[in-house]
């Protein structure tokens, strides 16, 4: 241990600058330096502390935060007030062997925050019940979880934001495509369609063209003789017209049905569309064998939506129904048309066909889907987006015995209308 305290302040400064590792300085008092001149205390730490080249310790509490380190420090604070009560109990006359002398409160570790981060000395290695004083906590020592936790937060609002932005561009353009697709192929399986049906409305309409011709040709020959009989010819001429018509009628329900715009808010009859579109296959379904039986309820109210959209569901069904029947006996078609009471239509189009594998029951709705050699797998899938799109469902179960049924509800119009104020 080496007294430094004789030394003018310069030359002790020096000094301290100059101590080897591993030593240390105690900071006890300094009124006045070697050279006389006088200091108080507590304003020269600092001047010490800062020229050290060690830590500087200290006893007084009263040099903590000026740069001592700490240590076990007395309080000059409590040790003054235990002076002046001495001093109080003598001016109030008190005999000194009278007076009660306390002990001085035993010194408390402390230190100071700053310093012991300068010197290197970890918290961890302080004597247990250490108190640390001064300690410049940065924000983030004080607030790190409150910090983290925000910035978690707004990581995780970011992400979320993000996410939703690119679901709903992602969503929306979609939506757009698959808008586009399904206008399109519902147009072309018109056109397909349009190309199957063909025959059948050169038939449909070549029976009345031919009762028409051979009509004519009669009464021409009547017209030659020379007492025509008026009568005769008067009731041919209008057997002509009545065929005049049912051809215009065919072709009107025709050119309906292949019109590319969409009206969805007429009230349309699904009784008379189930007509329609029985009419324009009569020839197909005889050819292929096909018994038709029908069960139209004949108080069905009308559904809103576009007649020409919902034909061509019908048509579709009946289509696949003959379809899948074609390999197999008895070859039997029902289209049944019932009320629920749930505000509903119902259409149910069974066929005693192969059937559908009950995992491919719900495949068959998607586009594409098809186990047909020239099929295109998008009839049902335009048939759902038409029924769905009129506010209904569609959906397929197994029939009693063999085949398949499928069915579509669509709400019923505002009020009910009887089949003939129609249009088909
Ligand atoms: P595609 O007519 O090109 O096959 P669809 O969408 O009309 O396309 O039908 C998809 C598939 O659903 C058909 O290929 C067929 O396997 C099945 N399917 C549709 N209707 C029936 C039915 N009534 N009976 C059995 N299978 C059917």
């Known amino acids: 241990m080496t007294y430094v305290t004789s030394l003018p302040l310069p030359k002790l400064l020096t000094q301290l600058r100059q101590l080897p590792p591993n030593s ?6 300094l009124f006045q330096d070697g050279a006389g001149e006088a200091f108080v205390p507590h304003e020269v730490v600092p001047l010490v502390s800062a020229a050290a080249s060690v830590p500087l310790y200290g006893f007084l509490d009263q040099y903590l935060g000026r740069g001592i ?4 420090l007395y309080g000059s604070a409590t040790q003054g007030s235990g002076a002046a009560e001495l001093v109080l ?12 002398v306390r002990e001085p409160p035993a010194g408390r570790l ?3 925050s700053y310093q012991l981060q300068r010197w290197g000395i970890a918290e961890s290695d302080l004597p247990p019940g250490s108190e640390i004083y001064f300690g410049r906590a940065t924000m983030w020592e004080q607030y790190h979880w409150q910090i983290i936790g925000i910035i978690a937060a707004v990581l995780a609002q970011t992400g979320l934001i993000s996410w939703l932005i690119y679901e709903h561009r992602r969503r929306t353009l979609a939506e757009v495509r698959s808008r586009d697709a399904m206008a399109e192929l519902a147009n072309m399986n018109r056109l397909a369609t349009a190309g199957e049906l063909s025959a059948s409305i050169a038939h449909e309409i070549n029976q009345p063209v031919t009762g028409i011709v051979l009509k004519a040709s009669a009464a021409l020959r009547w017209l030659a003789v020379d007492k025509p009989d008026l009568e005769r010819i008067r009731n041919t001429l209008s057997d002509i017209v009545g065929a005049g018509q049912r051809a215009g009628e065919i072709i009107t329900s025709v050119r309906a049905m292949f019109k590319k715009d969409s009206d969805l808010a007429a009230p349309v009859n699904l009784n008379a569309l189930t007509g329609t579109v029985l009419a324009l296959l009569r020839v197909d379904l005889q050819k292929d064998g096909v018994r038709v039986e029908t069960q139209l309820d004949g108080e069905l109210p009308a559904v809103t939506g576009d007649a020409v959209q919902l034909q061509q569901v019908i048509l579709n069904l009946v289509v696949n129904a003959a379809d899948a029947m074609r390999t197999v ?14 505000g509903t239509v119902r259409m149910s189009i ?12 719900d495949r068959i709705f998607h586009p594409l889907f098809t186990t047909k050699a020239g099929g295109m797998g998008m009839g049902l899938s335009i048939c759902r987006s038409i029924v769905e799109n009129h506010g209904g469902r569609i959906w397929v179960s197994a029939a009693a015995g063999r ?10 119009a505002g009020g009910r209308i009887a089949n003939h104020e129609l249009a088909a």
């Open 24 to 29: 240390i300085a105690l900071f006890t008092s």
């Open 69 to 72: 380190v700490g240590g076990k």
């Open 89 to 100: 109990q003598s001016l109030y006359g008190a005999a000194p062997q009278d007076m009660q």
């Open 110 to 112: 402390q230190f100071d």
């Open 329 to 342: 006996q008895p070859r039997v078609l029902t289209v049944r048309t019932s009320r629920n009471g749930s």
């Open 350 to 361: 069974e066929d005693t066909g192969t059937g559908i594998n009950e995992a491919d029951r």
């Open 403 to 412: 085949g398949s049924i499928f069915q579509f509800e669509l709400p019923v």
